[in-house]
């Protein structure tokens, strides 16, 4: 293309094996649509990245222009030879493969690991399309009484329930019912404007979508708006969930901190360290405790209201009636 020469030969760069690579566009120049102007962009970058910022040389390792060629920047071997040594180890070639330009074999070799790189993010964002969820409009809820109020995101805390009433749920048919059972004893019997919690997990392997990931929900006492919660439909006070159900509700997790719903540092909980219930159960409680970023026991923020627990202190209340 007409490359300058460097000022200074170019370092070699550490890096590891299997490096994912950064993907960056130029700002300037604008998009070139031909041969002719892709290489007066190219050099235009070159001339700027030694001229005007002072390097040895045109910064990126390649350029992609908009005449579909890539423009060799900083090329090295011993790069080249370390994602040819990364595309080995994934099987992605043999041992013997065999290249006849070492220059195109660099560059289909970055241009396949930079595919692969880009289907390994693909995977890895798909946490959250590994759970089979249920919107409001499939499960049939009612309109609330009043629209949520927003939460701000991400938030550190995240609640295990357990639904207490109505019991487990086997099927699809069933959990509908229970999912519709919590909506109402919510709307009707406690005057809440909407089912409390943000997601419900059925035994049939389903999640429903109750409030959803950023509205408040009416879940915990005192965290309804720095929380997030997910009720296991029935009563875990010694009976486990099926290690289906109990899988679902890590990925619940997972996929919330995917979203950024969750801080990276996020908090689990069951309902208990916060309040005085027995929710979500002993059997379940005992299980969320060898989860990831447990942290039980009374929290500081510990409220109870002992009148109203007094009166039923295993059904999944939530009294926080000031909210
Ligand atoms: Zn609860």
Same mark, same amino acid.
């Given at each position: 293309?007409?490359?300058? &020469?460097?000022?200074?030969?170019?370092?070699?760069?550490?890096?590891?094996?299997?490096?994912?690579?950064?993907?960056?566009?130029?700002?300037?120049?604008?998009?070139?649509?031909?041969?002719?102007?892709?290489?007066?962009?190219? =050099?235009?970058?070159? %001339?700027?990245?030694?001229?005007?910022?002072?390097?040895?040389?045109?910064?990126?390792?390649?350029?992609?222009?908009?005449?579909?060629?890539?423009?060799?920047?900083?090329?090295?071997?011993?790069?080249? !030879?370390?994602?040819?040594? $990364?595309?080995?180890?994934?099987?992605?070639?043999?041992?013997?493969?065999?290249? &006849?330009?070492?220059?195109? =074999?660099?560059?289909?070799?970055?241009?396949?690991?930079?595919?692969?790189?880009?289907? =390994?993010?693909?995977?890895?964002?798909?946490?959250?399309?590994?759970? &089979?969820?249920?919107?409001?409009?499939?499960?049939?809820?009612?309109?609330?009484?009043?629209?949520?109020?927003?939460?701000?995101?991400?938030?550190?805390?995240?609640?295990?329930?357990?639904?207490?009433?109505?019991?487990?749920? !086997?099927?699809?048919?069933?959990?509908?019912?229970?999912?519709?059972?919590?909506?109402?004893?919510?709307?009707? &019997?406690?005057?809440?404007?909407?089912?409390?919690?943000?997601?419900?997990?059925?035994? %049939?392997?389903? @999640?429903?979508?109750?409030?959803?990931?950023?509205? $408040?929900?009416?879940?915990?006492?005192?965290?309804?708006?720095?929380?997030?919660?997910?009720?296991?439909?029935?009563?875990?006070?010694?009976?486990?969930?099926?290690?289906?159900?109990?899988?679902?509700?890590?990925?619940?997790?997972?996929?919330?901190?995917?979203?950024?719903? @969750?801080?990276?540092?996020?908090?689990?909980?069951?309902?208990? %360290?916060?309040?005085?219930?027995?929710?979500?159960?002993?059997?379940?409680?005992?299980? @969320?405790?060898?989860?990831?970023?447990?942290?039980?026991?009374?929290?500081?923020?510990?409220?109870?209201?002992?009148?109203?627990?007094?009166?039923?202190?295993?059904?999944?209340?939530?009294?926080? @009636?000031?909210?």
């Amino acid at each position: 293309m007409g490359a300058r &020469t460097p000022k200074e030969p170019v370092k070699s760069m550490v890096e590891p094996v299997c490096h994912v690579p950064y993907i960056q566009h130029t700002y300037d120049p604008p998009k070139c649509q031909n041969q002719s102007s892709c290489i007066d962009a190219v =050099k235009w970058v070159q %001339d700027f990245h030694m001229d005007t910022r002072g390097w040895d040389d045109i910064g990126y390792n390649y350029l992609l222009g908009g005449d579909g060629r890539i423009y060799v920047g900083r090329v090295m071997l011993d790069l080249a !030879q370390k994602r040819v040594k $990364c595309a080995i180890e994934m099987g992605v070639i043999t041992h013997d493969y065999n290249c &006849t330009d070492i220059e195109t =074999k660099h560059i289909n070799m970055w241009l396949f690991l930079f595919v692969l790189t880009l289907l =390994k993010s693909y995977t890895l964002a798909s946490i959250c399309d590994e759970i &089979t969820w249920v919107s409001r409009a499939e499960w049939g809820a009612r309109t609330p009484k009043e629209p949520a109020k927003p939460m701000v995101t991400p938030v550190l805390h995240a609640f295990i329930h357990h639904t207490d009433d109505p019991p487990k749920c !086997q099927n699809q048919s069933s959990c509908i019912d229970a999912v519709k059972w919590v909506q109402d004893f919510h709307m009707d &019997t406690r005057g809440w404007d909407d089912i409390g919690y943000n997601y419900l997990l059925g035994g %049939d392997g389903r @999640i429903y979508v109750g409030r959803g990931w950023y509205a $408040c929900g009416r879940h915990t006492l005192g965290m309804n708006d720095k929380a997030i919660a997910l009720s296991l439909i029935g009563n875990y006070e010694s009976d486990a969930p099926s290690q289906l159900i109990l899988d679902l509700a890590q990925k619940w997790v997972k996929c919330a901190l995917e979203k950024g719903v @969750i801080t990276h540092d996020y908090q689990l909980h069951g309902h208990r %360290d916060q309040t005085c219930t027995t929710c979500p159960g002993q059997r379940l409680y005992d299980i @969320i405790k060898k989860w990831h970023n447990f942290k039980g026991g009374k929290l500081d923020t510990y409220v109870c209201n002992k009148t109203l627990t007094t009166i039923s202190p295993s059904l999944d209340i939530d009294y926080d @009636i000031e909210f």
